[in-house]
Structure formats: C-alpha cells, structure tokens
C-alpha cells in the first residue's frame, strides 16, 4: 500500500493563500542603517530610522546605545541632547584607543578608577585643612620604624 498523502484542492489553496496576504501586512523596504555612535550595522526600516532620528537629535543610533543614552538621561536629570553627546564621546574613544590597543585601554581605565579612588580617599582621610590640592593622605611615617629595625639588626 503506498503512503497516504493529504491533498487539497485547487479551491482551498487559492482561499488559505488570501486569508495569509490578508492578515499580512504589506513589507517595507529595508535599508542597512550605521549607528553614529559605536559603527555598528543593523536592517531596518526607514520609518523607523526617522523615528529614531527624530527622538535623538537627527543622529541615527542603534538600539543598544538608544538603552546607553537613556540610562546617562537617568543619570544627568533627563537632559537628552548632554547624554547623547556623553555616550557619543564615549563611543569614539573606545573606537580610537580599545580596537586598536585594548591593554591599552584596560590600563586606562583601571587609572581612572585609581584617580577617582584616590581623589574620594584622600578628602575623607586627609588631615589638612586644605582639601583642594587632593593627593594621599597618610597617618604616620614609616621611616622611623624602618631606621629602628635597622638599628636593632648592625
């Protein structure tokens, strides 16, 4: 016995075909869009590139720095305009410094956070009156240990 086979007709096939194009709706064109921030390339449509451009100032960004921008607008009070240019600074100089020499970068970053580390130890912990000129505080000298030690070794 050979294998069964569903067929359909010619007149249920013509009316499946409109109820699918019916509830469809019609395609846009599609268009390769470059994000101004990071570079990178996604597909889409161009009402949605409008609207995009609309919301961030006429640059076309894609959506992961669209979700950058808007936590920097948590951040700043909601200024839109000053958190697209933060993230856009941002992006440039990770596009020069981190693809082209990312140990590099890395050493960057981890002096920043030694600067801004530094900066909030020393006003907390320093003893002067002074705080403007910043640097490392510290609560005793060592060298006075060090040459006793000495001292008691000759």
Known sequence: ??????????????????DIERKLPPISEVEDAKCECCGM????????INRVRDRFSGKLICGLCAEAVN??????GGKREEALNEHMAACVRFNRVERAN??????EAIKE???????????????????????????????ATITRERSEND
Not at 41 to 48: D, F, K, L, P, V
Not at 118 to 133: E, L, N, V, Y
Not at 134 to 143: K, T
């Open 1 to 18: 016995m050979e294998s069964l086979r569903r067929s359909l007709s010619d007149v249920t096939f013509e009316l499946s075909k409109d």
């Open 41 to 48: 390339s996604e597909e889409c449509t161009g009402e949605y």
């Open 71 to 76: 936590e920097e607008m948590e951040k700043n």
């Open 102 to 107: 990312p140990v590099l970068y890395q050493a």
């Open 113 to 143: 956070m030694l600067k801004k580390c530094s900066r909030s130890r020393a006003k907390s912990m320093s003893p002067r009156t002074d705080q403007r000129k910043g640097g490392l505080a510290r609560s005793s000298s060592c060298i």
